[in-house]
């Protein structure tokens, strides 16, 4: 099964810029959509962004213009470059892989593959 691991989230006053990454282990290169979330406390989980498999994105619109997600195929490694930082940024940040992957898969598809989670804290 392929194993997920995020890293780089932190504290930071708004705006200010973090970069999440999320290592792939496993069956990294069938995995041809990547995705990360984000949930915070009492909210529901929102998707943040999504790459696929022919490089192509998409943003939620609280983020675009702010965030940019990107991938390393030969480091095996997903990223999430944030920018512009907002406290309403704040949560627990996830990166996600589904294997089929098609230009109409969304945030809302399923992922069957997640990582533990990074948090971000963006303060005032």
């Known amino acids: 099964q392929v194993q997920l691991v995020e890293s780089g989230g932190g504290s930071v006053q708004a705006g200010g810029s973090l970069r999440l990454s999320c290592a792939a282990f496993?069956?990294?290169?069938?995995?041809?959509?990547m995705a990360w979330f984000r949930q915070a406390p009492g909210k529901e989980r929102e998707g943040v962004a999504i790459?696929?498999?022919?490089?192509?994105?998409t943003y939620a619109d609280s983020v675009k213009g702010r965030f940019t997600i990107s991938k390393n195929s030969a480091k095996n490694t997903l990223y999430l470059q944030m920018n512009s930082l907002k406290p309403e940024d704040t949560a627990m940040y996830y990166c996600a892989a589904r294997e089929a992957c098609s230009s109409y898969s969304n945030l809302n598809s399923g992922f069957p593959y997640w990582g533990q989670g990074t948090q971000v804290t963006v303060s005032s």
């Open positions: 790459i696929r498999s022919d490089g192509s994105t």
């Open positions: 496993g069956y990294y290169y069938s995995m041809n959509c």
